[in-house]
Structure formats: C-alpha cells, structure tokens
C-alpha cells in the first residue's frame, strides 16, 4: 500500500464520530497486490444437473463479518477440482472373475456385481472399444436409486480392463461374434456362480460397440426369453462406419500416456472426451496401466491398443440397423444427436418399433456426461416392459371348465 493511500485511510478513520467505535483496520502484506483471485466457478460434478442453479446462488450479496480478515491469502485452492480416484466398490457389491479354458487358450472374464432382490431385473452392460466396465458405474448407481432392488452386471470384454487371457494373444480376438459368446456365457457363469434358480428378468445395455454386441445377443436368442428388451447408446451403422474413417487420425492425436493417473483423468475432462468428472474419476483409472519401466513422463498407458482392433472395426457394425429392428424384445435408442439416425432406423422408429431419446447437450458417452437422466430412461423403458407387471384375462378353457358362459 502506497503512502498516499495510508493517508487517506487515516484521515477517513479520524471523521468518525468519537461515539463509534473504531473499526480495526488490518493491512495487507506489500507481496498481497500481485496476488490473483480465480474468477473460475466450481465445476458441478454432476453435468445432468442444470447449470443454472448453481450460477445463481454464486451471485447473491456476500456481507461479511466485522472481524473477518478480507485480505488473508486463501489456503489451498478451493476451487480446483479434486482428480482422486473414486474406487469401484462405491457402485457394486462384488467383483466375479469366471473362468473358462479352450484348447489354446485360459480366459478370465472380469465383471462387476450388485445382485437383484426377488423378481427385480437384472441390468446387463457393456462398454465400448476400449473403455471397460467402470463406463457404467455412475449411471447404473442412479438406476439403483430409482429401482433399488435391482441387479447391475457390468463386465470388461476381452482386452480390457480386467480380463485376461493366457497365454497372451499377438492379436487379441475382437471379432463381434467372440464378443457376444463372451456375453451370454459370463451371464450364464455368473447366474451359475451366484446360485440363482432361474435367471433373473435381463435388460441388456451396450454402449458404441457394446450397442452392437448386445443388439447380437438379443437378435440370437440364446437368452431366451429372459431379455426383457436391449438398450443401444449412441451408435447406428451408418454413422459409426463413415467415423472409422477418421478412426486411425482420432487416435493420433490422443496422447501416448500420461505422467500421473490424476493428470490421464484431467485429460479427458479437459479434452471433453468424459463431461462429468465423477464419471471420469471412476471410470478413466481402469483405461490405464502403470509401467514402471517407462521412466519417462508418460509411464501411465492406455490399457487396450485401440489401433490394434483395426481388423475387426467393418465386421462390428455391418447389419447393425437390421440386427436392431429385427431382434425380439424391447428396443431403445439413446443418441446424442439425430444427425447419426440412418434411413433404416428412421422409417423404423417412424413406424414405431423402437423408442428413440436424444440427449443433444450429451457427447459420445452419453451415460457418462448424464448419468442421471439417461438412467431415467433406461428405467422408465425396463417399465414399459415388464412382464410382471401385466394381468392377463383368462383363458377361455379355463372359463368352459368353471361352468361360466362365455
């Protein structure tokens, strides 16, 4: 504080009657001028909620104490936001590891699970290229708060995350048809594994390529008639080859690794791949691996080698919008814009044989951006279709055999 200004200040205390007590006056240290507040609010965790509530309550009236120290240098940075990892066992109850061994191979098919109660559904899951399991953990918590009783199993393909297969594999099988066999048979194990006398009511999630590979499940129909319906989050055939085009340049651009875990999750909130940093707080960890050979500053890489699944991008999507109206069950669409709806699918959803729900304020995983209101319409579809719900009349047999006219 300059002379000139001690003066000043002196000289206005003095004008106060002498009645008034006087106000302490604290001064700042000389190094406090350079000092730089951040203008940035708190980011909400959760994007699903509005923006709008919380930049209102920022600007009401602040009145503060007489005894309150304005001018005290702030301790830590309260307004940025924590990168810590938020550990899996905050959304399930249990990891399974189901094993399953071929002529060449051993394969241990890693999954998440929180068990259903009773007659309640069993929320089946599968990521995309290159994600894993934890893509879900968010939104199947806000069905859980919705549907409590319900069952999540959410899994990581082969590749990803936490399965493994022996011995290593030079080019690891992402073929859709291996995809959806490694589907029905970790249902099938975990049903076996866990005790269940019937398999639970299922309703399959997929999102990007999981989309495909539940939309292959249900248009086989080894599950039976236990799917309730399939859900398939922002991908259509059509759209999804023309982006293999851009795929490899995509990729190019993304970086090799990251010095730190926290800075790979800050990457991805920054880069807008995940808009929710909760989502990406749980679900970026499983994407990366230490190597603590690498002692360079990106000794965090990525866990699955998108680049590498180039042979099997065309065979994952061909047929998809077919496959889709054609499968027996339930059939949502969720996208994040209707610019991706190809001629099939938009003469199908005319003639209504599937619901359709955009999320244009969504990116490409949309359940992670919001998981809230995508959890809404995933619940409000398994409702729509819930067969125990239905009363249906008698049976005219049964009616002659009572004796009443019919």
């Known amino acids: 504080m300059s002379d000139l200004q001690r003066s000043f200040a002196k000289a206005k205390l003095s004008s106060y009657p002498a009645t008034m007590p006087p106000v302490a006056f604290q001064e700042a240290g000389e190094d406090e001028e350079t000092d730089h507040f951040s203008t940035e609010l708190p980011a909400d965790d959760d994007s699903s909620s ?37 550990p899996w066992t905050t959304y399930f109850e249990r990891e399974l590891f189901l094993h399953s061994t071929t002529e060449s191979s051993t394969i241990v098919h890693h999954a998440y699970l929180t068990s259903p109660v009773g007659n309640a559904p069993l929320f089946v899951t599968h990521h995309g290229a290159g994600s894993s399991g934890l893509s879900f953990a968010v939104m199947t918590a806000e069905i859980r708060k919705r549907l409590p009783s319900a069952g999540i199993l959410s899994l990581d393909a082969r590749g990803h995350g936490g399965t493994v297969v022996t011995p290593t594999p030079e080019i690891t099988d992402l073929s859709l048809e291996t995809l959806s066999q490694d589907l029905i048979h970790v249902i099938t194990k975990t049903k076996a594994q866990m005790g269940w006398e019937q398999m639970p009511p299922l309703v399959l999630v997929g999102h990007s390529l999981g989309g495909a590979v539940v939309t292959d499940v249900a248009k086989s129909g080894m599950l039976g ?74 000794s965090w890489t990525w866990q699955t080698d998108l680049a590498a699944t180039q042979p099997f991008w065309q065979g994952w999507f061909v047929g998809l919008s077919k496959k889709f109206l054609e499968a027996r069950g339930g059939k949502l669409l969720l996208l994040a814009g209707t610019d991706r709806l190809d001629k099939e699918l938009i003469i199908g959803q005319m003639q209504g044989k599937y619901a359709l729900q955009v999320f244009p304020e969504a990116g490409h995983f949309v359940h992670e951006d919001l998981p809230e209101k995508t959890a809404m319409v995933i619940v409000d579809f398994y409702k729509r279709n819930d067969r125990s719900a239905l009363v249906l009349p008698p049976k005219v047999s049964d009616l002659l055999r009572a004796g009443k006219k019919v």
């Open 225 to 298: 008639n236990s799917v309730l319906g399939y859900a398939v989050l922002d991908v259509v055939e059509g759209s999804a080859m023309d982006a293999l085009q851009s795929m490899q340049t995509y990729l190019s651009t993304r970086p090799a690794g990251f010095p730190s875990l926290e800075s790979g999750i800050e990457w991805h909130i920054r880069s807008r791949t995940i808009r929710n940093s909760i989502s990406a707080r749980t679900s970026v960890p499983a994407l990366l691996k230490h190597d603590p050979a690498l002692r360079s500053s990106r």
């Open 50 to 86: 509005a923006s709008s509530a919380s930049s209102a309550s920022s600007t009401g009236t602040i009145i503060p104490s007489q005894n309150q120290n304005l001018f005290a240098r702030p301790q830590g940075s309260p307004n940025k936001r924590t990168m810590d990892q938020i």
